[in-house]
């Protein structure tokens, strides 16, 4: 089992919709990242949540993600002044449920 995720909220800017899922689906993940996952939460809002084999591996692989990030940020939208255009959050996986 993945030992910590994490999970990102953005909103994408209207009609960047394609090139959004484009880019993501193109990204390469960073080593230690096992699986990857993006959910449609909204008509134009999107969660991506990603397992990792560690806390180690996540922040290792910052450089790679706010590389990426800054390739789709003028397709995202403003979440708010303090948040920007993206709403992060990571923790240790607690609880797994498989099958």
């Known amino acids: 089992m ?3 995720l994490n999970c990102v ?3 994408v800017k ?3 919709e394609q090139r959004y899922l484009d880019a993501v689906e193109a990204w390469a ?3 230690g990242m096992r699986q ?4 449609r939460t909204g008509e134009r ?3 991506f ?3 990792w084999d560690s806390k180690e591996s996540l922040v290792a692989a910052r450089p790679e993600m706010i590389e990426h990030l800054n390739s789709v940020r003028d397709l995202l939208e403003e979440l708010t002044p ?6 992060p959050v990571s923790g240790p996986v607690i609880h797994c449920t498989n099958g």
């Open 9 to 11: 909220r953005v909103v």
């Open 45 to 47: 809002a999107f969660c």
């Open 2 to 4: 993945a030992d910590f």
């Open 36 to 39: 990857r996952y993006l959910a």
């Open 49 to 51: 949540v990603a397992l």
């Open 82 to 87: 303090e948040l920007g255009v993206t709403d």
């Open 14 to 16: 209207q009609g960047c």
């Open 29 to 31: 993940s960073p080593s």
